[in-house]
């Protein structure tokens, strides 16, 4: 029972987090039947054990932690401990104590995904949200997740209803003036719709998101990146991908980072690798930098953003793009793009695993 990284089951077991089930069951049935091991079986199930070890090992960090400042929650790892995420879930009995819970976990390097609230904002987002969630940056992104407990009636609007963080930026309000969000948030929807107000836009970045180090090389195979290439990384973060790009591929390679102090993180990374020659960073977002002409050239494209941000950018993008430049994407979420993918491909690491997506560029090149 042979499965391939390019496995439709497989691809659709990391979407589902079902994939150490599915491996583990391949294993058992070539055992049952008295054939070799699945060799891409057996490795899934040995990195799905690495990153249960990791996770283990962050839950008794936090658990001390919280414990420590005398509060009290329920740790576990999120995904009933499925073995492919870097993620703990808390559970808590209220937004006050998820909320002292979240800064307690600022203190050992954990970033939250929202900007700071205040005022009205604040007050929507404890009635309408029941979850805080946080990013630990690193070689390996760890997300921890703060969830409490409601019987609020809220709970049972579509998220279509729901002001979100683009409402709470668009207008600051009072706090006794929460409500208001509920009216504020069609007034901008329509804006935007008639280009009156710029779009943010529905998915949240959060926190730099860092390719896993062991995926870095598979991803690169994968988009199929030489020394002829000029990749682009959208939302670079430290620069951590153009840099590497540069050292292992000898291409050359440009970063496109919004965050000013992450850009300034990047560019003095690039100038300790020595690679300043081969690596720039623009600070900007995707469509500035496209509008200034400064990825005329590029070849290979890169994006590890959430789905939901990935999923608005990629018509887009294949769109702006000549035929033969290759986008590629990389989630473990379902990325819902109205284009589908020339191709898609689980990318295996020590301690990670992620699912690559290929489209290609369609405009007419001059």
């Not at 009636?153 to 683009?166: E, I, V, W």
């Not at 035929?323 to 990389?330: K, L, M, T």
Request: net charge negative; hydrophobic share 40%; proline share 5%.
């Amino acid at each position: 029972m042979s499965s391939t990284l390019r496995d439709r089951e497989l691809i659709e077991a990391v979407h589902d987090r079902t994939l150490l089930r599915l491996t583990q069951s391949r294993l058992t049935q070539s055992r049952l039947a008295s054939q070799p091991d699945d060799a891409v079986a057996s490795s899934v199930v040995a990195t799905c054990g690495a990153i249960q070890g990791q996770v283990r090992d962050e839950l008794s960090r936090l658990d001390a932690l919280i414990s420590s400042a005398g509060l009290s929650a329920s740790l576990a790892p999120a995904g009933d401990d499925a073995g492919q995420i870097h993620a703990i879930d808390a559970r808590v009995d209220s937004y006050d104590t998820a909320r002292r819970i979240a800064e307690l976990a600022t203190t050992v390097g954990y970033q939250p995904w929202l900007p700071e609230l205040s005022g009205g904002a604040e007050q929507s987002f404890r009635r309408i949200s029941r979850v805080l969630t946080l990013a630990l940056p690193g070689d390996v992104t760890r997300v921890f997740s703060v969830r409490w407990s409601s019987t609020s009636k809220l709970d049972r609007l579509p998220s279509l209803l729901r002001p979100n963080t683009a409402d709470w930026e668009f207008v600051g309000l009072p706090g006794f003036l929460w409500p208001l969000y509920f009216v504020i948030r069609p007034i901008r929807l329509v804006l935007e719709r008639l280009g009156r107000s710029s779009s943010t836009g529905e998915g949240q970045l959060g926190p730099f998101l860092s390719t896993p180090t062991s995926l870095i090389d598979e991803l690169f195979d994968f988009a199929t990146i030489g020394p002829n290439d000029h990749v682009v990384d959208i939302g670079c973060g430290d620069g951590r991908l153009v840099i590497e790009a540069a050292r292992r591929r000898g291409c050359q390679a440009t970063g496109i980072e919004a965050d000013p102090s992450l850009v300034v993180e990047a560019r003095q990374q690039t100038s300790a690798a020595g690679l300043t020659d081969q690596v720039t960073i623009v600070e900007g977002d995707a469509e500035t930098a496209l509008a200034a002409g400064s990825l005329s050239s590029a070849t290979v494209v890169l994006l590890f953003l959430p789905a939901d941000v990935t999923t608005r950018l990629i018509p887009g993008l294949i769109g702006q793009f000549g035929r033969g430049v290759r986008i590629v994407a990389h989630e473990q979420h379902r990325i819902p793009a109205t284009v589908a993918p020339a191709s898609s491909e689980v990318l295996l690491g020590e301690d990670s695993v992620t699912v690559a997506h290929l489209w290609h560029g369609t405009a007419p090149t001059t």
